[in-house]
């Protein structure tokens, strides 16, 4: 619930929001601002501050992001997450994914991002091959809208309001 988060110790309220969106800064400054009225207070704040990351934030976050197609390990928070946001990938886009996402890797240099809930594997897999298009400002930008996309579905769980 929000009120938990938002009684929760500084270092407690960043822990659990590392699992939402992987950056020390931005895990710090939603922190710093609380305590949030409502959710919707918390999702604006949140939104803006994915998309005020420096980039070397957004590639922090990312590292924590497994590929798309692959199953996060782990028992934690964000593997359990990240498992169910990838549920839509069968195995027999597995492959073609794999190679997309080296393609992509090659290309941008850090992991394809996208907010896979909702998506087909087909869908994501349609996505990296036009994304690959971008030049790297515009994917910039793509990114740190997915990042956006995935730390609200997190924190709308973590305050206990699915999506």
Not at 3 to 22: G, I, K, V, Y
Not at 52 to 72: F, K, M, N, Q, T
Not at 107 to 126: E, N, P, S
Request: proline share 3%; hydrophobic share 40%.
């Amino acid at each position: 619930m929000l009120t938990d988060f938002n009684a929760r110790s500084p270092d407690e309220a960043e822990a659990d929001l590392m699992a939402c969106c992987a950056s020390r800064t931005f895990a710090g400054k939603v922190a710093a601002r609380r305590p949030y009225a409502d959710t919707r207070a918390l999702l604006d704040t949140a939104g803006a501050a994915v998309l005020e990351l420096d980039w070397p934030d957004v590639l922090e976050a990312l590292s924590a992001h497994p590929r798309i197609g692959e199953r996060a390990s782990g028992q934690g928070r964000e593997a359990a997450w990240s498992r169910q946001e990838q549920s839509g990938v069968q195995d027999g886009l597995r492959a073609a994914l794999a190679e997309g996402n080296r393609a992509y890797e090659e290309r941008f240099g850090h992991v394809y991002l996208v907010c896979a809930t909702g998506l087909t594997g087909a869908q994501m897999l349609a996505r990296l091959r036009e994304r690959l298009g971008n030049d790297e400002e515009r994917e910039r930008e793509v990114v740190r809208a997915e990042l956006a996309a995935i730390t609200r579905l997190r924190l709308t769980r973590l305050v206990g309001e699915e999506p």
